[in-house]
């Protein structure tokens, strides 16, 4: 595999002669610091630019680095120069240093690169170990050893990897982890904490703790995709911790109102709550994509919450399912009017889609959310309208943020209530939006 090193220069040659000995690279880009006294002298100045010194006594004159090395084709100033104008100018030495490495990275994809930040003014060092962390390369730094004598090989340069695991582990999990989180971005989130256990050696302390925070993102990541068994599975082992704890119940509650319904999932460990918990989990999820400007997808989710609190009512109050209604759990004075529409289904069973199913309920005249829809009707016919017309359904138009917010008033404010008025004073509701720190 072609190796690449990036070396910053400064005053003295040796430590950087001493790091491409020590790594043989097969390719050297030296960063410098340009103008008359500038260190790209000592990598293209011609004659002897290169001075051993001991103290201020000059002890012998050497030719440019690559010369003495005998780089050859290793080296090509055309291209492996990168010349720093204010070379105290982070901004500057990290931004020439990073579009290099990018160029690099472009050029050889496969290659290993590697970068010493021993030489150079100590801003070109930060730049370069810096744009080196940010791109995931191997540092190395040239030290000198315990002899005294300062004069050639003697002097006791050593090259080494430097320790940057804090540094790495610090960066994501303080610096990266809490902007993923803000934004419900359980992706990239989940890809940084792996790469940290893949690539990185960490201490078991370290392991530890990117594990936990790697279950606990894949946890809610599975539950922002409605896996709501998967989603336990990981956040299950954390149950003791107080920021978990109540996730986990309520997650728990979602699993067994999602189970009124959905007979094929397992309710084994669900518990029992108001049953409109899987409704309260879809304004959640869609209160998250619209943080995620995904507003298109928040009124899908929506949609789907309106429809599933009228299916959950029906069912759970009176044994109805609006995919095949049962025609003899209907009042005896609507068992008629039904009857006939069922007959002429050509399926031969009885399917009531959102206004039906919500017209059905109005129809039992003590049922709360029949009643409260009749409030409401109106508004939903009109707000549905946004829904309707959107790509997601049976139209083309992109849904604005002002037009998700209008929808949510009227849409999300009726569910709202809605649970509210069918709900038990006594089973109090347990949903909380995800956590934006862990």
């Not at 020439?96 to 003014?121: F, H, L």
């Not at 940290?196 to 936990?212: A, C, G």
Request: aromatic fraction near 8%; charged fraction near 25%; include cysteine.
């Amino acid at each position: 595999m072609t190796k690449i090193l990036f070396i910053t220069v400064g005053g003295s040659h040796q430590p950087i002669a001493t790091s491409i000995k020590s790594q043989n690279p097969d390719r050297v880009v030296f960063i410098c610091s340009d103008g008359a006294k500038g260190s790209k002298s000592q990598v293209i100045g011609e004659g002897k630019p290169c001075e051993v010194r001991k103290g201020t006594e000059v002890i012998e004159s050497l030719p440019n680095i690559p010369t003495q090395l005998g780089l050859g084709d290793r080296f090509d100033a055309e291209r492996d120069l990168v010349l720093i104008q204010e070379p105290d100018n982070l901004t500057e030495c990290y931004s020439k240093i990073n579009q290099k490495i990018r160029e690099v990275k472009q050029e050889s994809p496969r290659a290993e690169i590697a970068a010493d930040y021993t030489g150079g003014t100590k801003t070109m060092s930060v730049a370069l170990a810096t744009a080196a962390l940010d791109s995931e390369i191997n540092l190395f730094i040239t030290t000198s050893t315990t002899r005294q004598n300062l004069i050639k090989v003697e002097s006791g340069e050593r090259t080494r990897k430097a320790t940057t695991t804090g540094v790495v582990v610090t960066k994501t999990v303080d610096k990266a982890l809490p902007v993923y989180l803000q934004n419900y971005n359980y992706t990239a989130a989940i890809a940084d904490l792996q790469n940290l256990l893949q690539s990185t050696e960490l201490s078991s302390d370290q392991t530890r703790q990117i594990d936990e925070l790697l279950d606990q993102c894949e946890g809610f990541d599975a539950w922002d995709r409605f896996d709501h068994r998967v989603a336990l599975s990981r956040l299950q082992p954390y149950m003791r911790q107080t920021n978990i704890q109540p996730y986990g119940l309520f997650l728990k509650k979602v699993i067994a109102s999602r189970g009124l319904l959905d007979k094929e999932l397992d309710t084994s460990d669900g518990m029992t709550g108001h049953g409109y918990e899987v409704v309260e989990d879809l304004l959640l999820n869609a209160d998250r994509r619209a943080s995620q400007k995904r507003y298109d997808d928040a009124v899908g989710r929506l949609y789907r919450a309106i429809e599933l609190l009228e299916q959950i009512r029906l069912f759970k109050q009176y044994g109805i399912l609006t995919g095949d209604v049962d025609i003899s759990k209907l009042p005896a004075q609507l068992q008629t009017e039904y009857e006939a529409r069922k007959a002429s289904n050509t399926k031969k069973k009885l399917q009531l889609a959102l206004f039906q199913s919500y017209d059905l309920l109005s129809k039992f005249t003590d049922d709360p959310l029949g009643q409260l829809f009749l409030v409401y009707k109106d508004r939903i016919l009109n707000s549905l309208e946004t829904r309707n017309n959107s790509l997601f359904a049976h139209g083309f138009q992109p849904i604005s943020e002002n037009s998700y917010r209008a929808f949510n008033q009227v849409i999300g404010g009726f569910i709202r209530e809605g649970i509210a008025v069918v709900s038990s004073a006594k089973t109090k509701s347990s949903s909380r939006q995800f956590p934006q720190t862990l």
